[in-house]
């Protein structure tokens, strides 16, 4: 077993859409320390005894003895599964936080732009930019239904109360009358609303870096996108 495998055990879980489960962890006498948009590995056992680790991106802030996760389940995936079939009580063992998706600079604007479940650490470092932030937050989010959105009615509480907020759905669900297509097409939108910003990018690999392209054309620097990519197909499949 290695040496910093961190014990949890399952204190809540809930769905939060069709196919995303949010996972409640508690690690008794730990406080975790991690830097918001960092993540976790989970450490699952497969059938043949081996063990498997998957990253995941807890979407609350540090300082108490809980790790809030968001776990899409692929069918035929081994530990997205796996997480969806814990109960209360269930142990779920975890390498301690690490990574290097985090807020830059909390005194400039910023845009966070997501699809799919690349939406958790932007959760998690638009909590920390709402609490220490000193500029105009965007918040461009992509799903393919309404069903599909999380955290919908947080979100829209979120802007509700901070005039510094705008939260922006992007459905690639045609009958949905807000914004439609890809976050991708929505950029300039984004981009009108701040100032010189730093720009945090999660998602699909292939969003990732048609957004990046997107965004060097929109004039951003390089040095001011940050980026992360992971899930094939968690918009489109
Ligand atoms: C830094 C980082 C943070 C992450 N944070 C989160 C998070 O907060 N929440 C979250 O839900 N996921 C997150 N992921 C993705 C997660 O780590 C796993 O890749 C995902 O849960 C699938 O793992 P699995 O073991 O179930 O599938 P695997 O056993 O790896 O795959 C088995 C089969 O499942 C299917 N499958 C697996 N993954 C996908 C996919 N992405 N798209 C389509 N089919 C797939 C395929 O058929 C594949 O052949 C993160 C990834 C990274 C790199």
Redesign the pocket.
Known sequence: MAADLLETTVLATYPLTPS?HQLVLRADGHTFDHTPGQ?VSVRYESDDGRP?Y????PVNGPGTDRLV????R?D??????WLHERSVGDPVPLMPPS?NLHLRDSGRDVVFLATG?GL?PMLAMLGQYLTAGAGRAVLLYGERTPADLMYRSMLDRLSASHSSLSVEYVLSDASWEGRTGYVQDHLDAALDMVVDPHVYVCGVPEMVVDTQDALQTAGIPDEHIFS?G?????VD?
Do not use: D, F, M, N
């Open positions: 995303v993540h498997v998957r990253p995941y991106s996760l968001a776990v899409k692929y035929g995936g081994t530990c997205s599964v990574g479940t958790t992360e992971w899930e094939q197909g968690a499949e």
